[in-house]
């Protein structure tokens, strides 16, 4: 067992991989006065990036407020997988949707993938975008699971095939003796999450948008022109939108109550040679497997293997971190036993209990966007475009998603934590049999 400790953070970003490759450092100014916009969105990862994005896109004047850097949070800081599907299962809330509801989330599952596609391609993001994507099964019951996943999406009209491969064939894609066959995909891939979070925010800005960090919001003054107040300034405006997913802290009291920040982690190993890299994943795909405590990997454009997870519920990380995850990582691929690991970091994502997006509205003219429970690079663009699509008077698609009701975690974030923590224990039991 390893000991655990807080996350080391500051308003600068993390000592990430991706920090330490950037391709250009964000400068934006701090917020240090009063003034109004249509919009102003709280939050610079993807929900909020992305939402203003698309709201600027309209033709809205609209600022965003970040309190450390753009893509300090999960946004710049996670797996880099792009992985389709909203949430887990909406059928769950058939009563609350309708049967309609749950088409619609489907469709946007799909959509959410094009989404990202669209904006690199569109603004000319470099964030080395990669298609290609495996799923892969440790027991026997995981290729049942990919069988019915497989024609899952056939059914909802996935245009991308899907291809369930058998432990040989896997291994044209992942070189691992771990696993027993997969489910192979082009609608998933992987890129560089903090440069395109940057390059979606410089699109922004191209667009006329304020963008402000290090300026962090101390309260939200609900009304008909609700104010939004930061350390050393306001902005007015008459619509608010708040994106701070895992990182909103205490500033809403009912969104915090509702998501619960649980920390994962990520290593990059040093640059791997072209050929023991090829070898191992010749596929050059995003991996994941399908335990409650997954792992999750890929190649960086520069060949390091990008491996993570240690998913947790008590929002701290490993004192030993590199040294535990190295570990991990060699359960998959022994051949890299001695290969230095070069970064380590970890995040936190935001977790509800049903495991779908929460969005919706506190009032008129204030929106929420949170909790994707690990699963959020695609989501967070569809969320962003339902949002902008609301405000801009298109409601049908945001109100079925915010029709499905969220509780908050009973007893608070100690009890919930508990609560998570016995129901990942659970999970992982079933895991090894």
């Known amino acids: 067992m390893f000991g655990l400790r807080p996350l080391q953070e500051t308003r600068e970003h993390t000592q990430s991989f991706y920090a330490a490759t950037a391709n250009t450092p964000t400068a934006y100014p701090a917020l240090t006065d009063d003034r109004r916009a249509d919009i102003v969105v709280v939050g610079g990862g993807f929900s909020g990036v992305n939402t203003a994005l698309e709201l600027a896109e309209r033709g809205f004047d609209v600022a965003l407020v970040e309190a450390n850097r753009i893509g300090w949070g999960a946004s710049g800081r996670n797996g880099g997988q792009i992985i389709g599907g909203i949430g887990h299962t909406p059928e769950r809330f058939k009563k609350s949707i309708g049967a309609d509801g749950i ?18 391609e569109r603004y000319a993001i470099q964030c080395d975008l990669k298609w290609g994507y495996c799923d892969v099964a440790l027991k026997p019951r995981h290729m049942k699971q990919f069988a019915q996943w497989q024609a899952f999406e056939q059914a909802i009209g996935n245009p991308h095939p899907y291809t369930l491969l058998d432990r040989e064939q896997l291994k044209t894609y992942v070189n691992s003796d771990r696993y027993l066959g997969g489910l192979h995909n082009t609608a998933n891939g992987h890129l560089h999450p903090l440069n395109l979070c940057i390059g979606e925010a410089q699109a922004l800005a191209g667009l006329g948008a304020s963008i ?42 009912k969104l915090s109550q509702r998501v619960l920040p649980s920390a994962s982690s990520v290593i990059a190993t040093s640059p791997l040679s072209s050929e023991l890299a090829n070898a191992l994943l010749p596929g050059d795909v995003a991996v994941c497997d399908p335990r409650t405590a997954l792992d999750y990997f890929r190649l960086s454009a520069d060949r390091r293997l990008l491996f993570g997870g240690l998913s947790n519920y008590t929002g701290l990380e490993p004192k030993n971190l590199k040294e535990v995850m190295h570990k991990k990582m060699t359960h998959v691929f022994p ?99």
């Open 335 to 433: 051949e890299l036993d001695s290969t230095d690991v070069d970064y380590a970091w970890s995040g936190w994502i935001g977790i509800g209990i049903n495991r779908m997006p929460q969005l919706g509205q506190l009032s008129d003219n204030i929106h929420y966007i949170q909790a994707y429970s690990g699963h959020g690079v695609a989501p967070t663009h569809m969320m962003a475009k339902l949002t902008a699509e609301k405000i801009a008077g298109e409601s049908s698609r945001f109100q079925a998603m915010a029709n499905i009701p969220h509780l908050a975690f009973p007893g608070g974030p100690l009890m919930g934590r508990l609560l998570l923590a016995v129901g990942m224990s659970y999970y992982k039991a079933l895991d090894y049999l």
């Open 212 to 253: 402000y960090e290090q300026s962090r919001v101390v309260t939200i003054e609900q009304g008909s022109t609700p104010v939004v107040r930061t350390e050393a300034g306001s902005i007015s405006a008459n619509t608010v939108i708040l994106a701070g997913n895992a990182y909103m802290g205490g500033l809403v009291p």
């Open 103 to 120: 088409r619609a989330i489907h469709r946007m599952g799909i959509e959410a993938r094009e989404v990202i596609r669209q904006r690199v």
